[in-house]
T-cell receptor
């Protein structure tokens, strides 16, 4: 069965500092990988996705993520965070086989931005 | 274009009652998926509907059901409500399937008293 682990429940970063959120996945084949962001009281917004090809993917709001098959990881990065980036971040995995299990999400990382 | 719309935004029910939640997907999207979000279990896949047929189902009891109409709008029904059903229920739509990039609504917050 597919699974996602986000090791960090909370991360605190100073405004303007760089950010890396960790994500490890388990999937039996080449996965589809996603990062979503959720602000309080709202649904999830897609930041970026990886299906195949270039392992470094660019997303919205200045985010990027790198797929590393050997480490089963898909970490999210941003060079300089803004106070508006404070939110809950979810990594998700799916498969090309029609989505029988839907997307499997990690438990999320709560990002706190210090002024 | 309009995003995914879920109604109502908030619901309060008591144990034993049933509830129906509604979701209008983005125009042109044929796949509608439902997720339950709780602090303890996180986001869990309930089921997916595609062209009026349930195509995929997560590990939830039969009290959770849904349907999709010819205009792709979807409803989710929960019968015999339990306290543990209190959650944020999120609907997501995509053009082709539950494993594709999903566009989420803002959810329905269901509270069971």
């Amino acid at each position: 069965a597919q699974s996602v682990t986000q090791p960090d429940i909370h991360i605190t970063v100073s405004e303007g500092a760089s950010l890396e959120l960790r994500c490890n996945y388990s999937y039996g084949a080449t996965p589809y990988l996603f990062w979503y962001v959720q602000s309080p009281g709202q649904g999830l917004q897609l930041l970026l996705k990886y299906f195949s090809g270039d392992t470094l993917v660019q997303g919205i709001k200045g985010f990027e993520a790198e797929f590393k098959r050997s480490q089963s990881s898909f970490n999210l990065r941003k060079p300089s965070v803004h106070w508006s980036d404070a939110a809950e971040y979810f990594c998700a995995v799916g498969g090309p086989g029609g989505g029988a299990d839907g997307l499997t999400f990690g438990k999320g990382t709560h990002l706190i931005i210090q002024p | 274009k309009a995003g995914v719309t879920q109604t109502p935004r908030y619901l309060i029910k008591t144990r034993g009652q049933q509830v129906t939640l509604s979701c209008s997907p983005i125009s042109g999207h044929r796949s509608v998926s439902w997720y339950q979000q709780t602090p303890g279990q996180g986001l869990q896949f309930l089921f997916e509907y595609f062209s009026e047929t349930q195509r995929n189902k997560g590990n939830f009891p039969g009290r959770f059901s849904g349907r999709q109409f010819s205009n792709s709008r979807s409803e989710m029904n929960v019968s015999t409500l339990e306290l543990g059903d209190s959650a944020l229920y999120l609907c997501a739509s995509s053009r082709d399937g539950a494993n594709q990039p999903q566009h989420f609504g803002d959810g329905t917050r269901l509270s069971i008293l």
